[in-house]
């Protein structure tokens, strides 16, 4: 009898009352403000950083209108790491592949936690989001600064490679840190209001992405502000955007001065293709190999790859028999290219499957105006 009123109660509280706008706005707030840490906490960590925003969206169920849930945008989101599900059956490295999926977990949790923001919150809490992402990152850009004095050295190839395996314990390579900035930029010149701060925060980080010189996450970045400004081109093309080519022209020069030309050496591997194409000495060489090497495994087996664990064994057999044994020694590289990386684990199905969401929410972005 207790417990069928308890259980009774319980059902009338859920369905007739809903929780503090308020409170629910604070609950979120907290979580998408651990999501903007994601920069500065150490690479072990970041991946918990979404479960607040995941058990606040699951626990929100409860009190929302579930015609409010976008069910259509989640399924079509969240059917990647399905796509990866179904590729992991067939694989060879069982155990390997059950890895990649607890990784790769983040493809069911995002859309799903995002998929259930409440609407009339969502703005608020992509600014505070937007916000405290960029100011993580420009203190990471401090934390690697510190880091490079400490190291008492002047060979930029030396500092490197400590920041890619001694870091303090971030254990991020310089590409993903690259990636950060690359993101924290784009969210400053696009999405932020203008202000002293955030032209602090822009040199602050666009200086730390030059320092890095990642070639292809540098060309990603100026090939999205090229388009984004060509597409914008009446909302862009202002007094704020001069002044901030204008900074960020000085930072180049400033790099390059500083490192001894550093940076621009780092670009003759693309301007002297001939001289580094399959060259196992340079990172545009290797990327050069192991982009031949998949599109030719592509090939044999191109309908549904040969699954989520099996590719990695694969590459570094390919490699061995390439003649490129020293570059499977050291490092275990995977395709370098996550189109080609789906195309080896799922085959040309999954890599359609995956270009088809990819121009699903491109789509969405153009209806909303986003993207115009």
Same mark, same amino acid.
């Given at each position: 009898m207790i417990i069928a009123n308890a259980d009774s109660c319980i059902d009338t509280f859920f369905l007739n009352n809903s929780m503090p706008k308020n409170k629910l706005e604070s609950y979120y707030l907290i979580a998408f403000s651990l999501l903007g840490i994601f920069p500065i906490v150490p690479f072990i960590v970041k991946p918990f950083l979404l479960l607040p925003l995941l058990f606040f969206s699951l626990i929100n169920l409860y009190f929302i209108n579930?015609?409010?849930?976008?069910?259509?945008?989640?399924?079509?989101?969240?059917?990647i790491f399905f796509l990866f599900i179904a590729s992991a059956f067939y694989s060879t490295d069982i155990e390997r592949a059950i890895k990649l999926l607890i990784r790769l977990s983040p493809f069911l949790a995002l859309p799903i936690s995002f998929g259930m923001v409440p609407k009339a919150i969502y703005a608020r809490l992509t600014d505070v989001f937007i916000q405290v992402y960029t100011i993580s990152c420009a203190l990471l850009c401090f934390v690697i600064f510190i880091y490079c004095k400490s190291l008492n050295s002047s060979d930029i190839l030396y500092v490197y490679s400590y920041i890619s395996n001694e870091f303090w314990g971030y254990e991020d390579h310089p590409i993903y840190i690259s990636l950060y900035c690359g993101i924290a930029l784009i969210l400053l010149l696009f999405k932020n209001k203008k202000s002293l701060l955030n032209i602090f925060l822009f040199i602050t980080i666009f200086f730390t992405l030059l320092f890095l010189s990642r070639k292809g996450n540098i060309i990603s970045l100026l090939m999205i502000l090229i388009i984004m400004l060509i597409?914008?081109?009446? $909302?862009?093309?202002?007094?704020?955007?001069?002044? @901030?080519?204008?900074?960020?022209?000085?930072?180049?020069?400033?790099?390059?001065?500083?490192?001894?030309?550093?940076?621009?050496? $780092?670009f003759k591997e693309i301007i002297n293709l001939g001289q580094f194409i399959n060259n196992p000495e340079t990172?545009?060489?290797? $990327?050069?190999?192991?982009?031949?090497?998949?599109?030719?495994?592509?090939?044999?087996?191109?309908?549904?790859? @040969?699954?989520?664990g099996s590719v990695q064994t694969l590459l570094d057999s390919s490699l061995i028999e390439s003649? @490129?044994?020293?570059?499977?020694?050291?490092? $275990? @590289?995977?395709?370098?290219n996550q189109y080609l990386q789906i195309a080896l684990s799922s085959g040309y199905i999954g890599l359609a499957c995956f270009l088809s969401i990819l121009i699903y929410f491109f789509s969405e972005l153009k209806k909303r105006n986003i993207l115009k």
């Open positions: 579930k015609t409010e849930i976008n069910w259509k945008k989640i399924i079509i989101s969240t059917s597409s914008n081109s009446k $909302r862009l093309l202002n007094r704020n955007a001069l002044i @901030y080519t204008f900074i960020g022209l000085l930072i180049a020069i400033g790099v390059s001065f500083l490192f001894n030309n550093f940076l621009f050496t $780092r990172s545009t060489g290797i $990327r050069s190999i192991l982009w031949r090497i998949s599109i030719n495994l592509s090939f044999e087996s191109p309908f549904f790859g @040969y699954g989520l003649g @490129y044994q020293q570059l499977t020694l050291i490092h $275990r @590289y995977n395709a370098h």
